[in-house]
């Protein structure tokens, strides 16, 4: 679209976080949620720190007026806990667990420990339809963001047959970073949170 990051003009009370968390960075995505079931980028990058003035995912919070966030839980589960306790019921952490989960409900939310748990695949699946369907708007400028594209292609969708039933399942196989594939996941269902 024809619009550049970073963009300060958005709607204040309509903006979404997802992070995804590794070892040594978080990578961070900033959507603003539009009139008609569409979204746009706002504000992409990486952080080192969960807490501080600078360099931090709280500087972004605030800096953005986040509504509602999505953390990933993992690995760094006691920070990722001091966040949702800093900002309780607007910062939830997310997990991908292997449970069954139906196609309408791909997501659970968990209002009293503030958590979510998300169907990894039919999750992926409305995100790569959100993007294919332009219903998420990026920037003119994201392929600047050091890996963005590449990590948004990096998964790959497959069904395998399961050995025990005989039912072909589907999944998605990341063939190498994909960091900012789940941010945007975890933005997206920060910002279903906000319609619900």
């Given at each position: ?17 997802g992070?995804?968390?590794?070892v ?10 539009l ?20 360099d ?85 400028n ?12 990096s ?17 998605w ?24």
């Open positions: 679209r024809d619009y550049y990051l970073p963009t300060t003009k958005y709607q204040k009370n309509q903006v979404y976080l992070c995804d968390v590794g040594d960075v978080l990578h961070v995505v900033v959507l603003e949620k009139a008609d079931e569409k979204m746009r980028l706002i504000w992409a990058g990486t952080v080192h720190n969960f807490f501080g003035p600078m931090s995912l709280e500087r972004i919070i605030e800096m953005y007026g986040v509504r509602y966030g999505v953390i990933d839980k993992k690995p760094e589960t006691s920070q990722v806990r001091k966040m949702v306790e800093t900002y309780p019921g607007r910062i939830y952490a997310a997990s991908y667990p292997n449970m069954k989960f139906s196609v309408k409900d791909y997501y659970i939310y968990d209002d009293v420990r503030y958590e979510v748990q998300i169907d990894r695949t039919t999750s992926l699946d409305y995100l790569i339809n959100d993007i294919q369907n332009q219903r998420l708007e990026l920037p003119a994201v392929g600047m963001i050091d890996g963005f594209y590449d990590q948004l292609l998964s790959v969708r497959v069904t395998d047959r399961n050995k025990k039933t005989g039912v072909d399942q589907a999944k196989l990341e063939k190498g970073a994909d960091h900012y594939l789940h941010t945007l996941n975890y933005a997206r269902i920060a910002q279903i949170r906000g319609v619900v």
